[in-house]
């Protein structure tokens, strides 16, 4: 067992061993990032879903429609969702240019800023924790990571490629 203070061998494995490394491994990992991001999204008065509402907003003017599946939330939650954010001047919807009866949901500079902040102090603590791996294995990790989360958006039917040029 080690102390408080002392980081165990990579090599160790996590309490518990057995059949389901790998299963415990990831959840495990899971949690240190979920924990990690209600930290930061606490920190600036946000819950999860918010940070991710504006996480995906940096990048992509979605539809109401499409923001529901890429949140995997309901029509009602995500009408909530952007209504609360649209109140503190994080994003603002517009009608769609190609279709009438679409709305399209952007980041204000406000919304920008703010996830900007809390994304810098994200990718610091996971820097941290990623800290023991070795430049290799850091990006090994990174290629795995992504072939999973494209590979699960494929089966799901998103896509995961942005839409405006930000």
């Known amino acids: 067992m080690t102390s408080r203070n002392e980081t165990p061998s990579p090599?160790?494995?996590l309490p518990g061993g057995g059949p389901h490394d790998l299963v415990d491994a990831l959840a495990q990992l899971s949690f240190l990032v979920h924990n990690t991001l209600a930290e930061?999204?606490?920190r600036h008065d946000l819950s999860i879903i918010q940070t991710r509402l504006l996480g995906v907003l940096r990048d992509r003017e979605p539809t109401m429609q499409q923001l529901g599946r890429l949140l995997g939330l309901d029509k009602s939650s995500i009408s909530?969702?952007?209504?609360?954010?649209?109140?503190r001047g994080l994003v603002v919807r517009t009608a769609s240019a190609t279709d009438r009866r679409s709305v399209q949901v952007s980041i204000t500079d406000a919304g920008r800023h703010l996830v900007e902040?809390?994304?810098?102090?994200?990718?610091?603590?996971?820097?941290?924790?990623?800290?023991?791996?070795?430049?290799?294995?850091r990006r090994l990790l990174s290629q795995l990571a992504?072939?999973?989360?494209?590979?699960?958006?494929?089966?799901?039917?998103?896509?995961?490629?942005?839409?405006?040029?930000?």
Do not use: C, K, M, N
């Open 80 to 87: 909530g969702l952007v209504d609360r954010a649209q109140r």
């Open 40 to 42: 930061i999204s606490g």
């Open 146 to 166: 992504a072939r999973i989360v494209s590979a699960d958006a494929h089966h799901r039917g998103i896509d995961l490629r942005t839409t405006t040029d930000r």
């Open 117 to 137: 902040q809390a994304s810098t102090q994200f990718a610091e603590q996971i820097e941290s924790a990623v800290a023991p791996l070795s430049g290799a294995e």
């Open 11 to 13: 090599a160790a494995p």
